[in-house]
């Protein structure tokens, strides 16, 4: 038979119920006939439960035969007698409970808990004892001091309180269990109270879930042109949410701190029906917003971390919403879906990237990117011509650390200096979650820049997010906002350039090294590109991926080499590594001065001068520098032109390097070859270099003259950039001092090649395209006005060395 509610289900249970005969008061006659074991396969004693330690007893001293029930509803107090036989088990299991509860472990077997009593034969007789006001005070009041007293602190309070020192322990142990039982019980009822909160608030969702209520109106909400389809993928995205939420507690409660899963700093309008309900990106749902009809890329798992951090995601509500969260929701879904866009054209390869003969280059098919990818920005401008690229590259720096320098606009432009001229981040939306760039998104604005007078600055403002999609793996993403922001007062016929979905995907390998593949894809407006780079810009190798990699691959094996302890085999300069630093510092901002002089970037304050005497391929600026320790006071005159020339870029390159040769072109030269007094390499190639040259002296009256040269060249181009220095200032910097004092005005040539059709005919297949550029100084009062004599001084300087370059080539007819 079973005792249903008789006992507590505390750690305890029955064990023995023997020797009591039953009479009819208690149960009917036959009901039992003998003992019987009751749950015999507990193993713990019947006495060391809570509640029946302190009260049942068999056979107690001075009883005479009793029913169950009245030894049950006796063991309390001992006053039922056995009038008890009517009453319902389960009443008198729960009745005695409470007794014993408000006995606060006050009563106790004599001689020992119920451990030892199972020990002892349990038939002997056991006298009861009850404790006295006295005592029970004394005890409680060291219950509450000290809950687990020592040997010494039991024998000292037995004796003064007249007990055995096992009576003492063993009502400590009692009134320990009695504290948890009820603690737990308290527990257990908060947990049922939250439990039917939660069925209740479930029960209204499903109410609401069936009656959408507008929040304007208070009326029943039309759903107008949704699908059934788009019905039950709100329902699934807001009980994505709720999981979420649940998900996002239970790790607050182990990690020991609440965590935030969509917290959003504007406030999202108050929901009154799970069809308005935000879309939350869940921790597990990775890009799932995005349309789902798209192919699945594999390569790169999705993380298990919301990718945008602590930003909330709503799908376009039914209700009109403001306008800043309009936009808001507009930005974040645009970013979702250039990021899916990127992610798939890093990894997918034919029919989307067709290769080419030579198997060195890619094209992209549009018609298969028109079918496989909509048009997130709205479609290609009437004029507009695209240009899509990708490429792929090991550089020397872990994807943790590229991913801050491409998140962090400084550093991002210092890594790309001869490809962007200026950028700013505008705007942060979301700065991502765990400490990490994982799910930041920041509006930014650039100025991107081809090294030419003829190639004006393309101006973009576009959206930047950054994903970790897989353990080692990051991807960030560009893509332009022009359109979406209502206050933007720009009309689209003013758009010169719109970066479509492009970025990079990078993933960590071994030593150190990233895996980069990079893809560019943008559209521009050809008209406003002179038609000698027009080939250029096409071929992708202006702008394109191809030069985004090697730039950043020579830039990273530059800072390699500078944090490095050795210095390279072939530099042989007995240069301290504090001047090394410096001189490198001081080429650095050199060469940023001279791109700064080519290109008219908003970021540097030049005048474009417009005289009928020079020729329209030269772009000759003005500006005045006051209080500028890097540069000498004055009026500066900057001059710059572009030429094609039917040699190879590198050939080009290794001449105008050449110490040896600058007498051909150099008018600092003397005359007379140079001489290279110091020399820091930047990389494995010997064209990266920092070199300190001097020039001979005609007469001995005349001091010699030092200049500080950087030569860059990679697989997208060249520079040489130079500039006199005074020797005084260069010792000061070659010894580890402070280089930005140090005042300098640049020139210098960029080459590049030229696309492959130079602007023409197929005698120019294979040429390079020279910009040549000159910073004079021609006045050192900065409040001077320039002369027109000093305008046709730098058109003749810049004259004159294009045609000593191209009589050194042989390149005239």
């Not at 376009?316 to 974040?332: F, K, Q």
């Not at 560009?478 to 990078?506: F, H, Y």
Request: hydrophobic share 40%; net charge negative.
């Amino acid at each position: 038979m079973s005792f249903g509610g008789l006992f507590d289900g505390g750690s305890g249970g029955a064990r023995v119920v023997a020797d009591f005969p039953y009479g009819s008061s208690a149960m009917p006659a036959g009901a039992i006939s003998q003992p019987r074991l009751v749950s015999p396969s507990l193993s713990k004693p019947l006495l060391s439960s809570p509640g029946l330690s302190l009260a049942l007893q068999t056979n107690m001293e001075g009883q005479g035969d009793r029913s169950l029930a009245s030894i049950v509803g006796g063991a309390g107090g001992g006053g039922h007698g056995g009038g008890g036989g009517g009453r319902d088990l389960d009443a008198v299991g729960t009745h005695r409970e409470d007794e014993n509860e408000s006995k606060s472990g006050s009563e106790n077997l004599e001689g020992g808990s119920g451990d030892d009593i199972d020990q002892e034969n349990p038939r002997k007789k056991k006298r009861y004892h009850r404790h006295t006001p006295q005592q029970i005070q004394e005890l409680e009041a060291l219950f509450k001091e000290c809950p687990h007293p020592d040997e010494k602190q039991r024998l000292e309070l037995s004796k003064r309180l007249n007990l055995e020192s096992r009576q003492v322990k063993f009502w400590f142990q009692n009134r320990r269990t009695q504290m948890k039982t009820q603690m737990e019980r308290h527990e257990n009822t908060i947990l049922k109270q939250e439990n039917d909160k939660l069925r209740a608030e479930n029960m209204s969702i499903r109410e609401a879930m069936r009656n959408p209520i507008c929040s304007n109106c208070g009326g029943a909400a039309v759903l107008g042109e949704i699908s059934l389809e788009e019905q039950h993928l709100r329902i699934e995205n807001a009980r994505l949410k709720d999981e979420l939420d649940r998900v996002c507690a239970l790790a607050g409660k182990f990690l020991g701190k609440p965590i935030s899963a969509l917290a959003n700093p504007l406030p999202l309008p108050i929901l009154n029906s799970s069809l308005e309900l935000a879309v939350g990106t869940t921790a597990f749902a990775g890009l799932g917003s995005v349309p789902m009809n798209l192919p699945v890329v594999t390569d790169f798992p999705t993380g298990a971390s919301s990718p945008l951090g602590s930003v909330i995601t709503p799908v376009r509500p039914i209700c009109s919403m403001g306008g800043v969260e309009r936009e808001r929701t507009m930005l974040l879904e645009l970013a979702l879906a250039a990021m899916d866009e990127l992610v798939k054209m890093a990894q997918m390869d034919e029919p989307l990237w067709v290769p080419s003969l030579e198997g060195v280059k890619e094209t992209l098919d549009d018609e298969e990117y028109e079918r496989i990818f909509p048009r997130c920005i709205g479609m290609k401008p009437v004029g507009f011509v695209s240009e899509a690229t990708r490429e792929t590259g090991l550089v020397i720096i872990n994807s943790s650390a590229l991913v801050e320098t491409l998140m962090d606009a400084a550093r991002w432009a210092d890594m790309f200096p001869c490809m962007i001229a200026r950028s700013t981040t505008t705007e942060v939306i979301s700065s991502g979650m765990g400490g990490t760039r994982n799910g930041t998104l920041q509006l930014m604005y650039a100025e991107l820049q081809v090294l030419s007078p003829l190639v004006s600055v393309r101006e973009v403002n576009f959206l930047r997010f950054c994903k970790q999609i897989a353990e080692g793996a990051w991807a960030v993403v560009d893509v332009s906002i022009d359109g979406i922001r209502e206050n933007s007062s720009a009309p689209t016929a003013n758009i010169k350039c719109r970066r479509l979905p492009s970025g990079c995907v990078v993933q960590d390998m071994p030593n150190g090294y990233s895996k980069v593949t990079w893809v560019e894809h943008a559209e521009y407006d050809e008209a406003a590109v002179h038609p000698l780079y027009r080939p250029l810009l096409r071929s992708g190798l202006g702008l394109g991926a191809r030069r985004w990699v090697a730039t950043l691959q020579r830039q990273c094996e530059c800072l390699a080499i500078l944090m490095s302890s050795s210095l390279p085999t072939r530099d042989h300069t007995p240069i301290t590594a504090s001047g090394r630093r410096s001189m490198l510092k001081l080429a650095q901002r050199m060469t940023d001065n001279f791109c700064a002089g080519v290109c008219a970037s908003s970021a540097h304050k030049w005048s474009k001068l417009s005289l009928g005497n020079i020729g329209e391929d030269v772009r000759v600026m003005t500006r005045q520098s006051v209080d500028d320790p890097g540069e000498p006071p004055g009026v500066v005159l900057s001059a710059a032109t572009s030429v094609w020339l039917p040699v190879s870029p590198m050939r080009l390159f290794d001449f105008l390097r050449d110490e040896r040769l600058r007498s051909e072109w150099d008018i600092l030269s003397n005359g007379g070859p140079m001489q290279e007094m110091a020399h820091i390499a930047k990389g494995q190639d010997h064209g990266n270099a920092v070199s300190l040259l001097r020039a001979s002296a005609v007469s001995a009256n005349q001091s010699s003259m030092l200049i500080l040269q950087e030569t860059c060249t990679d697989a997208s181009g060249s520079m040489v950039v130079y500039a006199p220095v005074d020797i005084p200032a260069m010792h000061v910097v070659m010894n580890g001092g402070d280089s930005a004092y140090v005042a300098l005005l640049p020139s210098g040539f960029a080459i590049l090649p030229d696309g492959g059709g130079g602007g023409g005919g197929p005698q120019k297949v294979g040429g390079s395209l020279l910009t040549v550029a000159f910073q004079i100084l021609v006045n050192s009062q900065p409040t001077a006005k320039l002369s027109v004599e000093s305008v046709e001084t730098v058109n003749n300087l810049i004259s004159c060395t294009v045609q000593k370059i191209k009589a050194a080539l042989h390149c005239e007819p």
